[in-house]
């Protein structure tokens, strides 16, 4: 039985700090790396995040290599049995991409630290300096198609009256005013939101705690399913964290976002 037992996806630094010794965490922080070593929660082990990306143009944004997945794993000291808490500074871009790649490895066992280290520091809480030793070894893992959107799989659901499509970029991106890519727009019929704007900066940066309302009145609604994206599948590792913590029952993340979407020349946008 975890010590984690009973608690939803998204818990609060209260629920952590008193499970820090719990042997089957794995606590993965994903702040730069100067913030990491400056001070992070207590057991703490570092992420790159730039490992958890595939990072080659155009689309930087895509699931890396299995090899590259299983030695980042490995360091982790990956088992059937780990618990994974997630977090960042920045209020879930990354740690929420984290959870997706859990997802993508079929690994459910897991939770995201609500507003991540900016309400850990909000709530004075301790900070420690000590780097844990990376575990040895490769893990060996099956990834699962399930929680990715590949290009083709968007473009085949377009118009369907049961998907919603999640654009977290900002709104000049969204427009096309801002433009990041060979073309600038967004995807037919997509909702833009920005994901930024579903975090509360007076609350370190915890989710907004209007969001189910929020996300049903701009139509993203439980009965659909959901494909969320920005450029590279960054910021919208927080708008697919939050659709799942919500219980969103098809929450799908298209990882090769506008970098790839924006970057193909026979690909369907609108302005």
């Known amino acids: 039985m975890s010590a984690f037992s009973g608690l939803p996806l998204v818990i609060e630094p209260a629920d952590l700090a008193t499970r820090l010794q719990a042997p ?23 992420v790159d995040s730039k490992r958890t990306q595939l990072g080659q143009p155009p689309a930087p944004g895509l699931l890396p290599e ?10 982790l000291g990956h088992h059937a049995d780990a618990l994974y808490v997630v977090y960042d500074d920045e209020g879930g871009g990354w740690a929420g991409r984290f959870i997706w790649l859990l997802d993508v490895i079929g690994h459910g066992r897991y939770h995201f630290l609500n507003g991540g280290l900016q309400a850990w520091l909000g709530e004075g809480r301790e900070l420690s300096q000590t780097t844990p030793p990376a575990a040895i070894g490769i893990a060996s893992l ?4 399930g929680p990715t959107a590949s290009r083709d799989y968007l473009q085949s659901r377009l118009g369907a009256t049961d998907l919603a499509v999640w654009d977290a970029r900002s709104p000049a991106e969204f427009s096309g005013e801002k433009v990041l890519a060979a073309r600038g727009g967004h995807v037919p019929g997509a909702v833009n939101f920005e994901w930024t704007a579903g975090m509360d900066p007076q ?10 309302e929020v996300l049903e009145g701009l139509g993203i609604t439980k009965d659909k399913e959901v494909i ?11 708008t697919y964290l939050v659709a799942k913590a919500l219980g969103y029952p098809r929450v799908k993340a298209y990882a090769g976002s ?5 970057n193909l020349p026979d690909t369907p946008i609108e302005h």
């Open 228 to 238: 969320t994206h920005c450029q590279t599948h960054r910021r919208s590792g927080f």
């Open 24 to 46: 089957e965490l794995i606590l993965v922080d994903l702040s730069p790396a100067a913030r990491y070593a400056e001070g992070h929660i207590p057991g703490a082990r570092w």
């Open 203 to 212: 609350r370190g940066l915890r989710i907004r705690a209007d969001m189910a």
């Open 66 to 75: 299995q090899a590259q997945l299983e030695a980042l794993f490995g360091e």
């Open 142 to 145: 099956t990834l699962h198609d």
């Open 258 to 262: 506008w970098s790839e979407w924006g």
